[in-house]
């Protein structure tokens, strides 16, 4: 919102919410009619019913570019603003359809009013020409000046400010206006388009040329990554006049007062509004190399439908805890060509890159899927793809790599151990976050508590938690006598005396992890506590208990560029995993922490608190 919203700046079906795409309904359905119902040749027109198609196309277009500057800049390779991005912008901008179903509802509305419009042929190459001509003439003239009046305090504070409330710009950051000004842009490129078709020499390839050429120019011009090669410019060097690069608008947003135009530089040029540090910049973000991080967050997919929620897919869901949504189901085609590009792809990619302070954090993601871990068949593939990520982490020099979700499986590698026995030299630490996970679970029970019950596979954290609660004196009860036995042989004689074998489900805190089943959690008594000490979170069977996340923490607000949900956990919230990788390089603790090897539990709690880590509380979870 500008810092002083001016009159028309909400859009007119904000009210709708995710219900918005209604308005264009009605022409949808009457195109589709006419088209394919209507008796009479004379109203197919192809120009009509191609509308819908033109404007999926756009969204898809937005949603490419998106996911690859997303990518690149997370790489660090020709990026060009280094500001971080973090909820608030995203969003922000998580309307930036609302310009695709504006400019729908005009081209159906247009077409509707104007009978030039119809049936128009194919391809006129007269057409074409007047279009380019008019937008490298009027159309970039008016921009000009219509952009500088824009950043008069009048304006800018009612209206444009809203746009510039992003430094560091993602592609969509171009369409992000109030209503207003968006009226004033689509009365700018309409011009070329309204005088094809009143000359008659208008057609359907110029008109989708136009409005490809202009998304592309946006979206470019605002992903923050260099693209345009230098040889470009050294070939045909006036291009530079009539040609704007990523690096050129990025300093419109961070100076504000200079590189005015829309995407032909030639009028800050003519009246000297070209920000003199333009070739520099450009030149460098050219140069710049792929970051080295200090810490490295190994994942990896978890469900076929979560590659629309990781940060390089859809901002509105990655922005918020992983849960299911219904019109994803709709999208399985892409789905399923997302799951063949990984299968055939078959590399480690990074997903996202953090500062914690003045350490470094990337996020790489094994492309293999929850299910995937659990096949035999799958194991050597999965191993040899974590062992590359850690060798190659090793040959950048990364001090610390963390493994998450299931890479640390004790079936699939003993916690990491396998990777430190084939490379025994290895000068990256591998960490597998056990430590602070039971630090965080044992922080999570409500003081008082005298009695726990364990439940579900058994792991190093698992027993890890009976044998500080043992030793503490808490009662440790668990339902299953082979549990039972496991942990009573893991246990020193003393602390034993603390484990029982229960067949009651009287206390109303329960530890659990992964196989918890439904029929368990519906013996447990109404108010029970559910801590999880797994990866995955239990499927919820009870509305009458209460759920705890997955052992996680609470960021502190030095954390930068966080504008994506780790999975099912809330914003600013990190696995324990995860944040065990980062405090390792922060401490500077030489040791690995793979096998059955474990930290010191209170002094890894204590690391995690004075460098800002705050306890996630039963509140927070339920928000």
Same mark, same amino acid.
């Given at each position: 919102?500008?810092?002083?919203?001016?009159?028309?700046?909400?859009?007119?079906?904000?009210?709708?919410?995710?219900?918005?795409?209604?308005?264009?309904?009605?022409?949808?359905?009457?195109?589709?009619?006419?088209?394919?119902?209507?008796?009479?040749?004379?109203?197919?027109?192809?120009?009509?019913?191609?509308?819908?198609?033109?404007?999926?196309?756009?969204?898809?277009?937005?949603?490419?570019?998106?996911?690859?500057?997303?990518?690149?800049?997370?790489?660090?390779?020709?990026?060009?603003?280094?500001?971080?991005?973090?909820?608030?912008?995203?969003?922000?901008?998580?309307?930036?359809?609302?310009?695709?179903?504006?400019?729908?509802?005009?081209?159906?509305?247009?077409?509707?009013?104007?009978?030039?419009?119809?049936?128009?042929?194919?391809?006129?190459?007269?057409?074409?020409?007047?279009?380019?001509?008019?937008?490298?003439?009027?159309?970039?003239?008016?921009?000009?000046?219509?952009?500088?009046?824009?950043?008069?305090?009048?304006?800018?504070?009612?209206?444009?400010?809203?746009?510039?409330?992003?430094?560091?710009?993602?592609?969509?950051?171009?369409?992000?206006?109030?209503?207003?000004?968006?009226?004033?842009?689509?009365?700018?490129?309409?011009?070329?388009?309204?005088?094809? $078709?009143?000359?008659?020499?208008?057609?359907?390839?110029?008109?989708?040329?136009?409005?490809?050429?202009?998304?592309?120019?946006?979206?470019?011009?605002?992903?923050?990554?260099?693209?345009?090669?230098?040889?470009?410019?050294?070939?045909?060097?006036?291009?530079?006049?009539?040609?704007?690069?990523?690096?050129?608008?990025?300093?419109?947003?961070?100076?504000?007062?200079?590189?005015?135009?829309?995407?032909?530089?030639?009028?800050?040029?003519?009246?000297?509004?070209?920000?003199?540090?333009?070739?520099?910049?450009?030149?460098?973000?050219?140069?710049?190399?792929?970051?080295?991080?200090?810490?490295?967050?190994?994942?990896?997919?978890?469900?076929?439908?979560?590659?629309?929620?990781?940060?390089?897919?859809?901002?509105?869901?990655?922005?918020?805890?992983?849960?299911?949504?219904?019109?994803?189901?709709?999208?399985?085609?892409?789905?399923?060509?997302?799951?063949?590009?990984?299968?055939?792809?078959?590399?480690?990619?990074?997903?996202?890159?953090?500062?914690?302070?003045?350490?470094?954090?990337?996020?790489?993601?094994?492309?293999?899927?929850?299910?995937?871990?659990?096949?035999?068949?799958?194991?050597?593939?999965?191993?040899?793809?974590?062992?590359?990520?850690?060798?190659?982490?090793?040959?950048?020099?990364?001090?610390?790599?963390?493994?998450?979700?299931?890479?640390?499986?004790?079936?699939?590698?003993?916690?990491?151990?396998?990777?430190?026995?084939?490379?025994?030299?290895?000068?990256?630490?591998?960490?597998?976050?056990?430590?602070?996970?039971?630090?965080?679970?044992?922080?999570?029970?409500?003081?008082?508590?005298?009695?726990?019950?364990?439940?579900?596979?058994?792991?190093?954290?698992?027993?890890?938690?009976?044998?500080?609660?043992?030793?503490?004196?808490?009662?440790?009860?668990?339902?299953?006598?082979?549990?039972?036995?496991?942990?009573?042989?893991?246990?020193?004689?003393?602390?034993?005396?603390?484990? $029982?074998?229960?067949?009651?489900?009287?206390?109303?805190?329960?530890?659990?992890?992964?196989?918890?089943?439904?029929?368990?959690?519906?013996?447990?008594?109404?108010?029970?506590?559910?801590?999880?000490?797994?990866?995955?979170?239990?499927?919820?069977?009870?509305?009458?208990?209460?759920?705890?996340?997955?052992?996680?923490?609470?960021?502190?607000?030095?954390?930068?560029?966080?504008?994506?949900?780790?999975?099912?956990?809330?914003?600013?919230?990190?696995?324990?995993?995860?944040?065990?990788?980062?405090?390792?390089?922060?401490?500077?603790?030489?040791?690995?922490?793979?096998?059955?090897?474990?930290?010191?539990?209170?002094?890894?709690?204590?690391?995690?608190?004075?460098?800002?880590?705050?306890?996630?509380?039963?509140?927070?979870?339920?928000?």
């Amino acid at each position: 919102m500008a810092s002083k919203p001016g009159i028309l700046t909400e859009w007119p079906w904000t009210c709708l919410g995710n219900f918005k795409y209604l308005v264009l309904a009605p022409f949808v359905c009457h195109s589709t009619y006419t088209y394919f119902m209507s008796k009479d040749e004379r109203q197919r027109d192809i120009g009509y019913i191609i509308i819908l198609p033109l404007l999926l196309s756009r969204i898809i277009h937005n949603q490419i570019w998106i996911s690859l500057s997303r990518y690149k800049t997370a790489k660090g390779n020709n990026r060009i603003v280094d500001k971080s991005i973090e909820f608030d912008q995203v969003d922000r901008e998580s309307n930036w359809d609302d310009q695709i179903i504006f400019n729908g509802l005009l081209y159906y509305i247009g077409y509707l009013m104007l009978e030039q419009a119809h049936h128009l042929p194919f391809w006129r190459s007269d057409g074409i020409i007047i279009i380019g001509l008019l937008h490298s003439g009027p159309v970039e003239f008016l921009y000009y000046w219509l952009h500088r009046a824009l950043h008069h305090h009048f304006l800018y504070s009612r209206y444009h400010s809203h746009h510039h409330s992003s430094i560091a710009t993602e592609p969509i950051t171009s369409v992000i206006h109030p209503f207003a000004e968006h009226i004033s842009y689509f009365t700018l490129f309409s011009i070329p388009l309204f005088t094809t $078709v009143f000359t008659g020499t208008a057609s359907i390839a110029s008109f989708g040329a136009y409005v490809t050429y202009i998304d592309f120019m946006n979206n470019m011009g605002h992903c923050n990554f260099e693209l345009i090669p230098k040889w470009i410019f050294s070939v045909f060097p006036p291009l530079k006049y009539f040609m704007y690069t990523p690096s050129y608008h990025s300093l419109h947003h961070t100076q504000f007062r200079t590189n005015y135009s829309l995407f032909m530089p030639m009028y800050d040029y003519i009246y000297d509004t070209l920000d003199k540090s333009s070739d520099t910049l450009y030149e460098k973000s050219l140069e710049r190399e792929a970051e080295v991080p200090d810490v490295v967050h190994l994942t990896h997919l978890t469900t076929p439908e979560s590659i629309y929620h990781l940060r390089l897919g859809f901002a509105s869901l990655a922005s918020n805890p992983h849960t299911s949504r219904w019109y994803v189901w709709l999208m399985w085609p892409v789905t399923l060509w997302s799951i063949m590009i990984t299968w055939i792809y078959g590399r480690t990619f990074v997903v996202e890159r953090n500062i914690f302070k003045n350490i470094k954090l990337q996020t790489w993601a094994i492309p293999k899927y929850r299910v995937q871990y659990f096949m035999k068949w799958q194991r050597e593939t999965i191993n040899k793809l974590i062992e590359e990520s850690i060798m190659e982490a090793d040959n950048k020099g990364i001090k610390v790599l963390s493994l998450g979700l299931l890479n640390q499986e004790e079936k699939l590698n003993s916690n990491g151990e396998l990777y430190l026995k084939r490379h025994p030299q290895l000068r990256v630490k591998v960490v597998d976050g056990s430590s602070l996970a039971v630090a965080v679970v044992l922080n999570s029970i409500p003081k008082g508590t005298s009695q726990v019950v364990l439940r579900g596979r058994l792991s190093k954290v698992a027993y890890s938690i009976a044998l500080a609660l043992c030793q503490r004196g808490i009662q440790v009860a668990t339902l299953d006598e082979e549990d039972y036995k496991r942990l009573n042989a893991k246990l020193t004689h003393e602390a034993a005396t603390n484990l $029982v074998l229960s067949k009651s489900f009287v206390s109303k805190t329960w530890l659990v992890g992964d196989g918890l089943s439904e029929d368990e959690q519906l013996k447990a008594p109404k108010g029970t506590l559910f801590i999880p000490y797994s990866q995955f979170p239990p499927r919820k069977a009870r509305k009458d208990c209460f759920y705890f996340n997955t052992p996680a923490m609470i960021t502190p607000k030095h954390l930068e560029n966080v504008d994506s949900c780790e999975n099912w956990l809330p914003r600013r919230v990190m696995s324990a995993w995860r944040i065990a990788g980062i405090l390792h390089a922060l401490e500077g603790w030489n040791e690995n922490e793979c096998g059955d090897m474990m930290f010191d539990i209170e002094k890894v709690w204590k690391a995690s608190v004075d460098h800002g880590f705050r306890p996630l509380t039963l509140v927070a979870t339920s928000n």
